[in-house]
C-alpha cells in the first residue's frame, strides 16, 4: 500500500499517453463485455438448462409434431421420473411487432418441470381453475402492460380456431418470474386442453416433450431407450440433453461463442501490445530514475513490483470502467433489442474472467519492462542519466 | 574508537568493457578511510573517483579485491542484500540532485523509509526532521521543479541522511550549483559531519569544495596520487 502514491504519480507522467492507453484498455474491455452479453443472449438457454433434463423432437424436424400419445410409453421407459410437453403457437399481441414465444403447455406438469419458472400458488391454482387462462413472463408483462385479469387475444398463429374466429383469446392469470438472472420471461404459456379442443387441425400433437431423469450420468442411455420405443413408427424421435438441444439451437446461428471468442482475442491481443508498448515508453523515460530507486536501496524484486505494479494498476482501472462501461451499454442495448433477444445481460462469469484478464494484459504488458529494470546496472544508468 | 577505519579498500581493480577494449580504471588501489572523516576525493574525469565512490557505495562491484565497509565486505554480498545493505548504511547525494519530478519534497525524501517497517506517522516525523535540517520546512509540499537547484540539492541531502546512514557519499554535490548555493551545501555537509558525526566521502573537481575536507585523496589514471590533509 505504502507504494501505491509512488505507482499512482508513475502512471500520470504524462497525462496524454496515460489517459489515451486508459481509454484504450476501457473501450476494449467494454467491447468484450457487449459481445459477452451477446454471447450470452445465443447461448443463455444453454448455460441454464437442467442437467437432468432431455428434449424429445421428430427425428426428421423440430417443426414436426410429435403425438400425444406418446407421453405415456416415454413415462414409461425406466430412469424417467417426468414428463411435460409444449407446442409453439406463433401468434403475435396486436400487430407483429408485438411477437413473444407463446406455448400450449400442461400447467402442472410444466411448473414441476422447470422450477426455474416462479409462479405464486394463488395464480398457479386460478390458471387451473381456468382453461383460457394464461401466465405470461414479466418482462414480456411489462413491455406490453399486461396484468391480471386482462383479456388477451393473440393473432397470427399458424393454428387456427375451429369456430373460424381469428384471433385465440385468453384471461392473464398469473405473472412469473425467473429463478435466475438467465430464465426466459418473455414466455406466455396457456392450456394446452383448450387449445387442443379449440384448434381447426393437429389435434391430439404436441411440438416436444421435455423429460426429467432420476439420473444426469445415465442422460445418453436413457435417451436411447426412449428413442428406441419409437423406432420404425409414423413419428420416429431424436431424444437429446437439453444442452445439447438448446447448443443445436443456438448452433444454427453460427458459433457465436467462437466467433466472440475470436474477436476478443484480437482486441485483448492489439490492447496488451498498447499497454506493453506504453510501460516500455515509460520505463525507458526513465531509466535515471529507476537507478536512483535502486541506489536508496530499492531491491531487484521491489523495482520488479513497482513496475509491474504500475502496468497491473492501470490493466486493472482500465478493466474495470470497461466493465462498468459494458454493463451500462448492456442495459440500453438490451432494452432496444429486447424483442428479438430476450435475454441480454452481463454475465457474472464475464466480469470475473474480464478482471482475471485485465490482471494478465497489466502481468504482461509489465513483465519485460520490470526485468529490464531490475536487470538495470546502476552505475552505467546514472552515468547515461 | 574515533579512528577506526569504517572503510576498508583492499587491493581494487576496476575494469569496464567498451566494445572488445578493456578499459583499467582502478588498478591495485588500497585506502582505509576512518570514522567521521569528511573525505574529498578529486582528479580529472576518468580519474577513477566515481568509479571508487560507486564501489564503496555497492552501486557496482570491484573486477578484483576486497572492500569492506563497517565490517562488511559488501564485494560479496548478492544484489538482494547490496539493495539492503545499501538502504540501511548508506545515503547517496548525486550532482544532478536525482529527485523523482512527480513526488513533492516530501515523499522524495520518504523515499529510503518505504524500504523501512516504520509506519506512516514515523515517516512522516523523519522526514520532517531531515527537511528542518536542511533548512526546507516550509517546502515539503513543493515538487523539484518549484524549487531553485540548491533547494534541490538540499532535498537530496535530506533523502540521504532520513535513515541516519554510517556513509553519506556525494559526487560533485556543487558541481551544477552557482558559489553561493554551493557553500551552502558545503556548510551543510560539514555540520553534518562535525555536528552529528556522519563519515563523508565526497567526490569534486573544485579545490574550493575540497577545502571543506579533512582529508583530500588525488586520482590519476586510475592510481592514488597523493594523500593530503586539507
Given at each position: 500500500m505504502k507504494y501505491l502514491p509512488l505507482i499512482w504519480k508513475n502512471i500520470w507522467r504524462k497525462k496524454a499517453r496515460a489517459i489515451f492507453t486508459l481509454l484504450s484498455i476501457v473501450m476494449a474491455f467494454a467491447l468484450f463485455g457487449l459481445l459477452s452479453a451477446v454471447r450470452a443472449a445465443f447461448s443463455g438457454g444453454v448455460e441454464l438448462t437442467g442437467a437432468d433434463r432431455l428434449v424429445m423432437v421428430h427425428k426428421v424436424s423440430l417443426i414436426q409434431p410429435l403425438p400425444f400419445s406418446y407421453m405415456g410409453r416415454i413415462r414409461a421407459t425406466p430412469g424417467v421420473e417426468a414428463v411435460a410437453h409444449a407446442t409453439w403457437f406463433g401468434g403475435y399481441y396486436q400487430k407483429p411487432e408485438n411477437f413473444f414465444g407463446q406455448f400450449p403447455v400442461d400447467p402442472e406438469n410444466y411448473l414441476s418441470m422447470f422450477p426455474e419458472i416462479l409462479l405464486p400458488e394463488d395464480q398457479k391454482r386460478a390458471w387451473l381453475k381456468d382453461r383460457e387462462g394464461a401466465v405470461v413472463g414479466r418482462r414480456t408483462a411489462e413491455q406490453l402492460g399486461f396484468k391480471i385479469g386482462d383479456r388477451v387475444p393473440i393473432s397470427g398463429s399458424p393454428w387456427r380456431r375451429k369456430d373460424g374466429k381469428e384471433a385465440w383469446e385468453f384471461n392473464v392469470v398469473g405473472i412469473y418470474d425467473g429463478a435466475e438472472k438467465g430464465t426466459d420471461t418473455t414466455a406466455f404459456m396457456f392450456r394446452y386442453d383448450y387449445f387442443d379442443e379449440a384448434r381447426a387441425r393437429g389435434k391430439g400433437l404436441v411440438g416436444w416433450y421435455t423429460i426429467r431423469v432420476d439420473d444426469p450420468d445415465r442422460a445418453a442411455e436413457i435417451a436411447q431407450a426412449i428413442d428406441a420405443n419409437f423406432q420404425n413408427s409414423p413419428a420416429e424421435t431424436k431424444t437429446s440433453t437439453e444442452k445439447a438441444f438448446a447448443q443445436g439451437w443456438a448452433n444454427q446461428i453460427g458459433n457465436i461463442g467462437a466467433i466472440v471468442e475470436a474477436i476478443s482475442a484480437a482486441v485483448f491481443f492489439i490492447i496488451l501490445l498498447v499497454a506493453a508498448n506504453t510501460m516500455a515508453q515509460s520505463v525507458r523515460e526513465r531509466v535515471n530514475e529507476i537507478a536512483v530507486l535502486k541506489t536508496l536501496g530499492f531491491g531487484p524484486f521491489k523495482v520488479l513490483g513497482l513496475v509491474l505494479g504500475e502496468a497491473f494498476f492501470l490493466a486493472l482501472v482500465g478493466g474495470v470502467l470497461g466493465l462498468m462501461l459494458a454493463q451500462v451499454l448492456v442495459g440500453g442495448v438490451g432494452k432496444v433489442l429486447e424483442r428479438f433477444l430476450p435475454i441480454f445481460y452481463l454475465p457474472s462469469e464475464a466480469v470475473t474472467t474480464g478482471l482475471v484478464i485485465a490482471a494478465l494484459v497489466g502481468a504482461i504488458a509489465g513483465i519485460v519492462p520490470g526485468i529490464q529494470s531490475m536487470r538495470l546496472p546502476i552505475a552505467a544508468a546514472l552515468r547515461r542519466g | 574508537m574515533a579512528n577506526e577505519p569504517v572503510v576498508r579498500v583492499r587491493d581494487v581493480y576496476k575494469a569496464f568493457r567498451r566494445g572488445a577494449e578493456v578499459v583499467e580504471v582502478l588498478m591495485g588501489l588500497n585506502l582505509e578511510i576512518p570514522r567521521g572523516e569528511f573525505l574529498a576525493l578529486m582528479g580529472p574525469s576518468g580519474s577513477g573517483k566515481s568509479t571508487l565512490l560507486n564501489l564503496i557505495g555497492g552501486l557496482d562491484r570491484p573486477t578484483r579485491g576486497a572492500i569492506e565497509v563497517g565490517g562488511q565486505r559488501i564485494d560479496r554480498l548478492s544484489d538482494a542484500d547490496l539493495s539492503a545493505w545499501r538502504a540501511r548504511h548508506v545515503g547517496f547525494v548525486f550532482q544532478m540532485y536525482n529527485?523523482?519530478?512527480?513526488?513533492t519534497a516530501e515523499r522524495n525524501v520518504e523515499l529510503p523509509l518505504l524500504l523501512t517497517k516504520l509506519p506512516r506517522s514515523e515517516r512522516k516525523r523523519r522526514v520532517r526532521i531531515a527537511l528542518s535540517l536542511v533548512g526546507l520546512s516550509d517546502r515539503l509540499k513543493h515538487y523539484p521543479r518549484q524549487l531553485s537547484g540548491g533547494q534541490e540539492q538540499r532535498v537530496g541531502i535530506a533523502r540521504a541522511i532520513v535513515t541516519d546512514p554510517t556513509l553519506l557519499l556525494c559526487d560533485e554535490p556543487t558541481g551544477d550549483l552557482d558559489r553561493k548555493s554551493g557553500d551552502e551545501v558545503l556548510a551543510l555537509l560539514t555540520s553534518l559531519n562535525r555536528d552529528h558525526g556522519k563519515t563523508i566521502i565526497m567526490v569534486t573537481h573544485d579545490p574550493h569544495a575540497a577545502e571543506r575536507a579533512s582529508r583530500v585523496l588525488h586520482f590519476d589514471k586510475g592510481v592514488l596520487q597523493l594523500d593530503s590533509a586539507a
Open positions: - | 529527485l523523482l519530478p512527480v513526488l
